[in-house]
């Protein structure tokens, strides 16, 4: 049967029965129009992620990988991150954010490319940009101008709210305090945020101080750094100028409440104690230490 005979039956049995016809003729035209619906749902799905930049957690086994956050701004970051992750200062001081530009994504658990289910946490650790950035830049600790009076508003600004003061061994003055550190823990597997005693053992050994002349540092000159780790400077007292009355002593040049003095809040800053732990203090801010 040629092509122009198959066509003359097909449209004979179409009037011979037309209500065969037009029911078959209503299911083509639904099918092709949820076939293009399915299509353009697809799309749009797709063109929405891509726009948002944010990505979701996907019903089902597979999961997705974790992206690699480590460096953004806070505020990128949050964008980027699976929707049900939350945030913690890398740092033992457990400072909280008020402007999300001056923070940078530290550390992430889990590590980035690790596979996330449905019901995983998921946590963002921060630190100030500064910070992070000084600690790429110094991957070892670098060695402090010793002898010379340390002075937060002078030496390594970018990282004065991780820094502790203690007494050199052997040095400490009569009336210099204990520190009495709360031990910290935590629910999260594996948290970069706490620290390790072979970091706060040796320095809570020692005295509290709150200034002085540099004697050296802990961790030591040219050993490693792991970021958001608080620094020891180890001091000695201050010697005392020629003209001072005998039996006085002129203690640390500064201390931790400088910045007080000139209204400014530091986060962190615990009126000049600087035991292990969280703290909040002091009067106002400047944008860069919020």
Not at 86 to 103: F, H, I, K, T, Y
Not at 135 to 152: D, I, K, R, T
Not at 172 to 201: K, N
Not at 202 to 223: E, M, Y
């Amino acid at each position: 049967m040629n092509v122009p005979s198959r066509g003359r039956r097909i449209i004979l049995w179409i009037t011979r029965h037309p209500r065969w016809s037009g029911a078959i003729g209503v299911v083509f035209v639904i099918a092709m129009i949820a076939g293009n619906a399915d299509g353009r749902g697809t799309a749009g799905q797709s063109q929405a992620a891509t726009l948002t930049g944010r990505t979701t957690v996907p019903e089902g086994p597979e999961g997705l990988l974790m992206p690699n956050l480590v460096g953004m701004n806070l505020r990128d970051a949050r964008s980027a991150a699976p929707s049900n992750h939350s945030e913690r200062d890398l740092s033992p001081r457990g400072r909280d954010v008020w402007d999300q530009d001056n923070w940078t994504v530290a550390a992430t658990v889990p590590a980035a490319g690790a596979k996330i289910l449905e019901n995983d946490e998921v946590f963002l650790f921060y630190l100030r940009n500064q910070e992070w950035r000084w600690f790429q830049v110094n991957p070892v600790m670098p060695p402090l101008p010793a002898g010379e009076s340390y002075q937060l508003s002078e030496s390594s600004p970018d990282i004065r709210e991780l820094i502790e003061y203690r007494y050199a061994e052997g040095t400490a003055p009569e009336y210099a305090s204990d520190v009495r550190r709360t031990a910290a823990t935590s629910s999260i597997p594996g948290d970069p945020s706490i620290e390790r005693e072979s970091e706060w053992g040796p320095r809570d050994r020692l005295k509290h101080a709150t200034g002085g002349t540099i004697a050296g540092s802990l961790p030591g000159a040219g050993q490693p750094l792991r970021p958001g780790q608080l620094i020891t400077v180890l001091v000695k007292p201050t010697p005392l100028p020629a003209s001072t009355t005998t039996g006085t002593y002129g203690g640390g040049s500064v201390d931790l409440n400088d910045d007080e003095h000139n209204n400014l809040y530091v986060p962190g800053d615990r009126n000049g104690s600087s035991g292990g732990g969280g703290g909040r203090g002091g009067g106002f801010c400047r944008s860069k230490w919020c």
